[in-house]
T-cell receptor, first 112, second 110 residues
Framework: EDQVTQSPEALRLQEGESSSLNCSYT??????LFWYRQDPGKGPEFLFT?????EEKEKERLKATLTKKESFLHITAPKPEDSATYLC?????????????WGAGTKLIIKP | ETGVTQSPTHLIKTRGQQVTLRCSSQ?????VSWYQQALGQGPQFIFQ???????GRGNFPPRFSGLQFPNYSSELNVNALELDDSALYLC?????????FGPGTRLLVL
């Protein structure tokens, strides 16, 4: 069964304290791994798409990496405005369904 | 801004009623998908429409149905509402690539 697991469930950091969020996946043929940021009561905001093991992408203080079993979202010197829930999703190689399979998210809190 | 809008923003219904949620996709996006997100969980795929036809469905009962229109708008209809249908409903549009999400409709079923 295709599955996505994110850890930790919640993470509290001091401003400037770097860390990483994990997304482990089990899918039959990966057709893309997506990272989104979601603020309370709002829709997910796109961050990155990764397609193959070894791929890396960066945007400001965020860097996403991908292996054959997991993806990491590295946050360098975070600021309070980086506080949000970070969601990971995968698209699997299924012929008749195009759904994204989502993890439950990591709630990140950055304290000033 | 993703260019995807949803209405209404909030809605309160009672058990057994019917509800219609609306989404306006980004112009030119021929694919729209709908997701249900319960509090503290990731989104769950309901179904997807491509050029006005359903071409993918998650594990949701038939009382969840939808429509996609030629002007890139779409609807999610839910009949016989249950308490567990209370959630944030998200619409996402795409043109073969990554989905662009709207702000969602918060539905509360009492």
């Amino acid at each position: 069964e295709d599955q996505v697991t994110q850890s930790p469930e919640a993470l509290r950091l001091q401003e400037g304290e770097s860390s990483s969020l994990n997304c482990s996946y089990t899918v039959s043929g990966l057709r893309g791994l997506f990272w989104y940021r979601q603020d309370p009561g709002k829709g997910p905001e796109f961050l990155f798409t990764l397609y193959s093991a070894g791929e890396e992408k960066e945007k400001e203080r965020l860097k996403a990496t991908l292996t054959k079993k997991e993806s990491f979202l590295h946050i360098t010197a975070p600021k309070p405005e980086d506080s949000a829930t970070y969601l990971c999703a995968v698209r699997a190689n299924m012929d008749s369904n195009y759904q994204l399979i989502w993890g439950a998210g990591t709630k990140l809190i950055i304290k000033p | 801004e993703t260019g995807v809008t949803q209405s209404p923003t909030h809605l309160i219904k009672t058990r057994g009623q019917q509800v219609t949620l609306r989404c306006s996709s980004q112009s030119g996006h021929n694919t729209v998908s709908w997701y249900q997100q319960a509090l503290g969980q990731g989104p769950q795929f309901i179904f997807q429409y491509y050029r006005e036809e359903e071409n993918g469905r998650g594990n949701f009962p038939p009382r969840f149905s939808g429509l996609q229109f030629p002007n890139y708008s779409s609807e999610l209809n839910v009949n016989a509402l249950e308490l567990d249908d209370s959630a944030l409903y998200l619409c996402a549009s795409s043109l073969g690539g990554r989905p662009y999400f709207g702000p969602g409709t918060r539905l509360l079923v009492l």
